[in-house]
């Protein structure tokens, strides 16, 4: 059955809703239903949406329709899938809202197409909305990250640990730069190759750009982060922010699932249900390690930011491969040490050049 008027009702608990039409058949055969589930179309879904308005006799049985463990049909490829147990139907005039529990969803990845939208008789897309990006950002980003990374080598050589640095480039952090810790021969065997890998900027992921910026800038890493994978946990979000600001760093724990994390978002090949459950898996841990004590023995990366002469994130420093550590102070020294070396480079970008005026 095709709906236009599917609604998110409720996060706590997941709630998802949409009206039904008595003259409808089908949807008098699934008011009656205990489970449903509801598939978004994409822009190229044209065709299949054609055919179930058509009624086509062989509609259920084409192309692009999987059928799930629970029984039910979905679309192979939505923008999003949720599968819901029913738990109220409602009547309003000449329509019945259906409302549903989510008991399971999944979400396409960030290449996906846009949703298919009807406008005036007619199917098509829209280009979702993005922040312009700015090539002399980019520029300035670049030449910032070159300045750091030599300011950073002696850091680098002390600690034993490379240093990547990240910048936030459009709607994606992007590794800008790298500071290598190995000498000579080893410098030139160990290529800067995680240079170029880049981000979604989505909650959790890369939250020192998130922590000291805008009110609208907070609201677009949560809202991605809403359209990746669907819900987010907003306290818990701010929970890491501001624990985040307190300390002055950002600290990743989990060293086996950060890396599948950057390796599967890395992976253009991923399938959609895999993208989605480990970035909420990786954001669950990302919370709940706001929030509790660090485990010493499974810390994955340190962050800290670089800011500019306007107190906003301009790079941050990020070191990996580091512990166990046996006490908080092992921890924290290390954390420190980064810390001053970032505040030396925000000193040094925020100054401003030196010429005639």
């Known amino acids: 059955m095709v709906i236009g008027s599917f609604v998110a009702i409720s996060q706590d608990p997941p709630l998802i809703g949409y009206f039904g039409d008595d003259a409808s058949a089908t949807f008098r ?42 029984g039910l049909l979905r679309v192979e490829e939505p923008v999003a899938w949720f599968e819901a147990r029913m738990t ?28 298919l939208l009807y ?8 280009a979702i909305p993005t922040d312009r990006i700015d090539v002399r950002n980019i520029g300035d980003r670049l030449s ?17 640990r490379d240093i990547a640095i990240t910048a936030m480039v459009g709607e994606s952090i992007v590794v800008v730069g790298m500071t290598l810790c190995a000498h000579g021969e080893l410098a030139e065997q160990s290529a800067p190759s995680a240079i170029g890998i880049s981000l979604p900027f989505a909650a959790p992921v890369e939250p020192l ?19 990746l994978v669907g819900v987010v946990d907003r306290r818990g979000v701010s929970a890491q922010l501001e624990a985040i600001r307190e300390r002055g760093y950002a600290v990743s724990v989990d060293r086996d ?11 253009p090949d991923v399938e959609n249900e895999s993208y989605a459950q480990m970035w909420s ?12 004590p660090l485990p010493l023995g499974d810390i994955a990366a340190i962050q800290v930011p670089v800011f500019d002469a306007d107190g906003s994130v301009t790079l941050a420093l990020t070191i990996s491969g580091i512990g ?34």
């Open 144 to 160: 910032a990250a070159q300045a750091v990374s030599v300011m950073l080598e002696p850091v680098a050589h002390r600690i034993g």
């Open 119 to 126: 406008r005036r008789g007619g199917f098509g897309a829209f």
């Open 29 to 70: 055969s699934l008011a009656d239903s205990q489970n449903f589930v509801v598939s978004v179309l994409g822009e190229e879904h044209d065709a299949l949406l054609r055919s179930f308005i058509r009624k086509d006799e062989n509609r259920l049985e084409q192309v692009g329709l999987v059928r799930m463990a629970s």
């Open 281 to 292: 898996d990786y954001a669950s841990r990302t919370i709940e390690s706001a929030t509790s």
């Open 88 to 115: 109220s139907v409602q009547r309003y005039g000449d329509h019945r809202l259906v409302v549903g529990q989510v008991e399971d969803f999944g979400v396409a990845t960030a290449t996906a197409g846009s949703p």
């Open 324 to 357: 166990p550590f046996s006490h908080d102070a092992d921890l924290e020294s290390l954390a420190q040490t980064l810390v001053e070396a970032a505040n030396l480079a925000s000193t040094t970008l925020s100054r401003p050049p030196i010429g005639p005026s």
């Open 209 to 227: 750009f998130a922590a000291w910026a805008s009110d609208r800038t907070k609201t677009l890493w949560i809202e991605r982060a809403r359209h």
């Open 257 to 267: 699932l950060s890396a599948r994390f950057i390796g599967l978002i890395a992976d």
